[in-house]
């Protein structure tokens, strides 16, 4: 039953990795429902001394992927309530980036940096273990993390402080 | 001044926009930030990225985690399933049948509380048959070939973990399945029908949906439009297992359906 308490362990994070993967609470906790069974079903495969979180993020991110191409191909759509509520959040501070502004912003990225900027950002993962789960060595991941930054830089840049420039 | 400053990549500044740098490390970019306002900035800016995101997002890990998520329901739910003792459940079915069989027409009203449900869900998985087992490319939505998937998509959206019974010993193989629509006044939601294929072409389909509002147990063995239907329902779901096969064969098939998809984490029976 280790097993299981560790797994229980790390529902809150995949909730919330599926959750910023989604932007959609009914959708993320399908994909994550997904990923538990399938791992308790391949329980089995994972040898104890890797790092079981990582483990769970890998298949959560395969059901992810395979949910999502399926959607493409059924031509699914988000229903209208999905697409029309942002998340409720406060009024953006001086010099912070509007959070409904940043939210379109990750949802615009290409699919591979917003996997991989969620998984560091938000989710802690260190930079090795985010190649590994991603299956990708870690100088793609890093070009991937500098891409997505510099993405979001661009779609959300406009509330930054204003910035003295000297002018010729 | 830059030309003494050690070499700071990419890397070590995403490092350092993540927290992941040694003292040393750290420093060093600091000491680089200083002479190089456009990178601090930019740092700045991913820095307001991370707290964006975890303001976004954050909040998330700490909302009460639905019990559908809970690994040792599913992993209980899982134990049932390969738990199974069939030998008892053959029994219980063979009980079911015969009891199905001799009480007649007249019972109809004692066994079907639900009669019109019923109803409704047989006549709907016997036109979901029909409709689909002429199709040769279409026949399903999600092909055997992928059926971890199916069957964790299907369980999902009809909020019933099945499995798809294991037909091979009469002969037939997973084909795929799809979900259906909620039948009208059936109140039972959506329906998963699964689709399975002996080597002659036969198909005969399962459908599935979960149990309808009373829960309560029925049985019912109907002929429609030249089309067998055996249904069954219980407190976890309804099924209802359609075919044009000889009488004895798709006796054989229903009751292995029955067998397999009719579990009891104790592996009781309520009796009818």
Redesign the interface.
């Known amino acids: 039953m280790q097993f299981l308490d560790e797994i229980s362990g790390s529902v809150p994070a995949l909730r919330r990795y599926a959750r910023a993967l989604t932007r959609n609470a009914d959708r993320a906790d399908d994909l994550v429902q997904d990923c538990l069974e399938r791992a308790i079903r391949k329980q089995r495969l994972w040898a104890p001394t890797g790092p079981l979180q990582a483990w769970l993020f890998k298949i959560l991110l395969n059901v992810y992927r395979n949910d999502f191409r399926q959607q493409r191909r059924r031509g699914d759509h988000q229903s209208i309530d999905t697409l029309l509520v942002e998340p409720a959040v406060p009024a953006p501070q001086h010099g912070r980036i509007a959070l409904g502004e940043m939210s379109r912003a990750i949802d615009a990225l290409p699919a591979d940096q917003r996997e991989a900027l969620l998984l560091v950002v938000l989710e802690g993962v260190s930079y090795e273990d985010a190649a590994g789960i991603l299956g990708i060595p870690a100088g793609t991941l890093m070009s991937r993390l500098s891409r997505a930054r510099a993405a979001l830089r661009t779609m959300t840049g406009v509330s930054e402080e204003p910035r003295l420039r000297s002018v010729k | 001044m830059s030309d003494r400053e050690l070499e700071v990549t990419?890397?070590l500044l995403?490092?350092f926009?993540?927290g992941?740098l040694t003292d040393n490390e750290r420093v060093a970019v600091e000491r680089y930030l200083a002479s190089h306002p456009d990178k601090a900035?930019?740092l700045a800016?991913?820095q307001?990225?991370?707290?964006?995101?975890?303001?976004?997002?954050?909040p998330?890990?700490?909302?009460p985690?639905?019990a559908?998520?809970?690994?040792?329901l599913?992993?209980r739910g899982?134990a049932a399933n390969s738990n199974f003792r069939w030998p008892q459940m053959a029994a219980a079915a063979v009980v079911l049948i015969a009891i199905g069989s001799s009480i007649g027409w007249f019972g109809r009203d004692v066994l079907l509380p639900s009669e019109t449900a019923s109803d409704i869900l047989i006549e709907s998985a016997i036109t979901a048959h029909a409709l689909f087992v002429k199709e040769k490319r279409h026949a399903v939505?999600?092909a055997a070939t992928?059926k971890?998937?199916l069957l964790?998509?299907l369980?999902?959206r009809i909020a019933r973990p099945i499995d798809s019974p294991d037909l091979a010993s009469e002969g037939f193989a997973l084909v795929g399945g799809r979900l259906l629509p909620e039948s009208l006044f059936s109140n039972a939601g959506p329906a998963a029908q699964l689709m399975y294929e002996n080597a002659a072409a036969e198909r005969v389909t399962v459908y599935i949906t979960a149990a309808l509002p009373d829960g309560a147990a029925a049985y019912e063995f109907t002929t429609l439009n030249a089309l067998d239907a055996f249904y069954w329902a219980n407190d976890a779901i309804t099924c209802t297992v359609v075919g044009d096969l000889p009488e004895a064969e798709m006796q054989t098939v229903a009751r292995k359906v029955y067998q397999q998809l009719t579990r009891r984490p104790d592996a009781n029976y309520r009796a009818l």
């Open positions: 990419d890397a995403l490092g926009a993540d992941r900035a930019e800016h991913w307001r990225q991370n707290e964006a995101l975890q303001a976004l997002f954050g998330v890990a700490s909302e985690v639905p559908r998520l809970d690994p040792h599913i992993a899982r939505e999600v992928e971890d998937h964790s998509w369980s999902n």
